[in-house]
DNA sequence: AATAAATAACGTAATATTGCAATATCACAA
DNA sequence: TTGTGATATTGCAATATTACGTTATTTATT
């Protein structure tokens, strides 16, 4: 049909799902490893950088502010983008708690 | 367009997509999860656990496959699933360094 | 006020994904 | 060989995603 069943899962899920299906295009990676690496990134520097027009940076950039993991500053007529880093740790852990349960189940008997 | 132009991205911006996006749908983290505390788990009993039609989760399954996540073996008419633990582990260390090299950057100056 | 720069919002085409019914395949049992 | 159970494949409808041209909006500069 196209749309997620979501209601079947539970909350865990659906967040660890959100969140690696936001990670899961190689411009959000970028974009993320951008702003990481460059103090004082707005949208045109990211456009610049990674090679995709204004409009679809823009719209990926939305795409990760809806998970929370970005900060903005607007300085003059520049928006400023950066990580929140509480939210990369939490999610962090979110994830590495995914892994780390996966495995030790694996290993039981 | 809906298509992804990967070829502007290295290959470890694409492996870190490819892999968080598989991951990116609760369908397929709670098959995993389940594989990982079911031994002797098929396709079947998955298809009861979770709620969702048989071809359904026998493509997601397919989705899982493809990243080289999972082990079969055949045992009678069944098909046990489990976990390729080397590949979970190569994919955690993946994400994990993605996640830390943020962090760190982030943390410069 | 007029202009320019930066970015978001809107609209749209192309493609991908999700979910399932129907069907095919494959291995075993009767 | 006929049936049965388990899984994959096919085909399709509904929805989502990706990418971008165009247009609004906002703020600074002249």
């Known amino acids: 049909m196209g749309f997620t069943k979501k ?3 539970d909350a865990q899920q659906n967040q660890i799902a959100n969140f690696t299906k936001m ?5 959000r990676v970028s974009i993320i490893q951008y702003i990481s690496q460059n103090k004082d990134c707005n949208c045109n520097s990211l456009v610049k950088a ?3 027009a204004q409009p679809t940076i823009s719209q990926h950039l ?3 502010r809806k998970t929370g993991l970005l ?7 520049n928006l400023f983008y950066s990580i929140n880093q509480d939210k990369l740790n939490e999610s962090r852990r979110l994830i590495n708690d995914f892994f780390v349960k996966t495995q030790v189940n694996c290993s039981k008997e």
Chains 1, 2 share one sequence.
């Open 71 to 77: 900060n903005q500053s607007v300085k003059g007529k």
């Open 7 to 9: 209601h079947i899962f």
């Open 50 to 52: 990674i090679g995709l």
């Open 62 to 64: 939305a795409e990760i």
């Open 23 to 27: 990670i899961g295009h190689p411009a």
